[in-house]
């Protein structure tokens, strides 16, 4: 989603590959550092996962859909072939982490990528350079 809004937003081609319809969870950084928060201060050894599982899903195509609102301008997609080993749906269980810890991610992606999209926009110098975002 990151590169997805940096590049939409400074006017550069984003590519999908395959049909866009791919899921995926997304979690706003604070939403991870609260979980990190948790894990630590509930000291319950374990392996969790972490992600804003199902509540927190969206499309590769809803998710360029919700740049462009956010933004207010047609991103740049193209579509190339899909390539070996990409998942088509990766979404978190985050049961085991919010049962050990109660913590539960509360940015939703449209707040989440609403503040992502200011952020790029008040820091453009970040992403320039030559470098390829």
């Keep these: ?3 997805f809004a940096i590049r ?19 979690l706003y950084a604070s939403d991870a550092a609260e979980a990190f928060g948790a894990f630590y201060r509930s000291r319950k050894p374990g392996i969790y996962n972490t992600g804003g599982g199902p ?3 969206i499309s590769l ?3 360029i859909a ?3 609102e956010l933004t207010g301008k047609k991103a740049q997609v193209q579509f190339q072939e899909g390539r070996f080993g990409d998942l088509h749906y990766f979404v978190t269980d985050h049961s085991k982490l919010t049962n050990a810890t109660g913590w539960r991610p509360r940015v939703r992606p449209r ?6 999209i200011e952020w790029v926009r008040r820091n453009p110098e970040l ?3 030559g470098q390829s975002v």
Excluded: C, H, W, Y
């Excluded at 939409?8 to 997304?26: C, E, M, N, S, Y």
């Excluded at 707040?111 to 992502?116: P, Q």
């Design 8 to 26: 939409a937003v400074l006017g550069l081609p984003i590519t999908i590959f395959g049909t866009g319809k791919q899921l995926r969870d997304i």
């Design 111 to 116: 707040e989440g990528v609403d503040r992502l």
């Design 127 to 129: 992403f320039s350079g």
């Design 55 to 57: 509540d927190n899903r």
């Design 61 to 63: 195509v809803e998710s």
């Design 66 to 68: 919700l740049i462009e």
């Design 1 to 3: 989603m990151a590169n």
